[in-house]
């Protein structure tokens, strides 16, 4: 007996994808609440737990006191979608999830990059990424950015098509 999410009329899951996407959304909920960078100058050792949402959305870093209102929050609520989706079967959920995980990664990144970089130039556009070289990105950042990527392209191969 096979439980009716993996056979039926619709396109059936894919249980092998289905479980590799939802530890993919895993990686990426676990990953938020990790150090992202290690120290290297002004720039502190520092994850995305006390960095405000609502600031980073409009472009500029804050800190925040509540871990509610912070980006972690934001990208690990992302990477329990994306199980979700996953486990359901909903590929638009767990795509949304992981493109949304990795474009907030990818938003904070920058944004430290930019912030440590010109701290007395908020409207600079000079950006220079040897102020954050790879050796500096620790295990929050790679296992977010991961399993955002591996997620979101796993994703696609969540149904099967229906024969005939």
């Given at each position: 007996?096979?439980?009716?999410?993996?056979?039926?009329?619709?396109?059936?899951?894919?249980?092998?994808?289905?479980?590799?996407?939802?530890?993919?959304?895993?990686?990426?909920?676990?990953?938020?609440?990790?150090?992202?960078?290690?120290?290297?100058?002004?720039?502190?050792?520092?994850?995305?737990?006390?960095?405000?949402?609502?600031?980073?959305?409009?472009?500029?870093?804050?800190?925040?006191?509540?871990?509610?209102?912070?980006?972690?929050?934001?990208?690990?609520?992302?990477?329990?979608?994306?199980?979700?989706?996953?486990?359901a079967g909903v590929r638009t959920l767990a795509v949304l999830?992981?493109?949304?995980?990795?474009?907030?990664?990818?938003?904070?990144?920058?944004?430290?990059?930019?912030?440590?970089?010109?701290?007395?130039?908020?409207?600079?556009?000079?950006?220079?990424?040897?102020?954050?070289?790879?050796?500096?990105?620790?295990?929050?950042?790679?296992?977010?950015?991961?399993?955002?990527?591996?997620?979101?392209?796993s994703a696609f191969w969540l149904r099967r098509r229906p024969?005939?």
């Amino acid at each position: 007996m096979t439980l009716e999410l993996f056979s039926g009329t619709r396109a059936r899951i894919r249980p092998q994808v289905a479980a590799f996407t939802a530890l993919c959304g895993v990686a990426a909920a676990a990953g938020s609440l990790l150090t992202w960078v290690s120290a290297r100058g002004p720039r502190p050792a520092m994850g995305m737990a006390h960095t405000s949402l609502a600031r980073m959305l409009v472009y500029s870093f804050a800190h925040t006191g509540s871990f509610w209102r912070s980006a972690a929050f934001a990208i690990f609520i992302l990477g329990v979608v994306m199980v979700i989706g996953a486990l359901a079967g909903v590929r638009t959920l767990a795509v949304l999830a992981g493109l949304l995980a990795l474009a907030g990664a990818g938003m904070w990144t920058g944004l430290v990059v930019h912030y440590f970089n010109t701290p007395g130039l908020p409207n600079s556009h000079y950006l220079n990424p040897a102020n954050l070289p790879w050796g500096d990105l620790r295990a929050g950042a790679w296992l977010t950015i991961t399993g955002a990527v591996l997620g979101l392209v796993s994703a696609f191969w969540l149904r099967r098509r229906p024969a005939g």
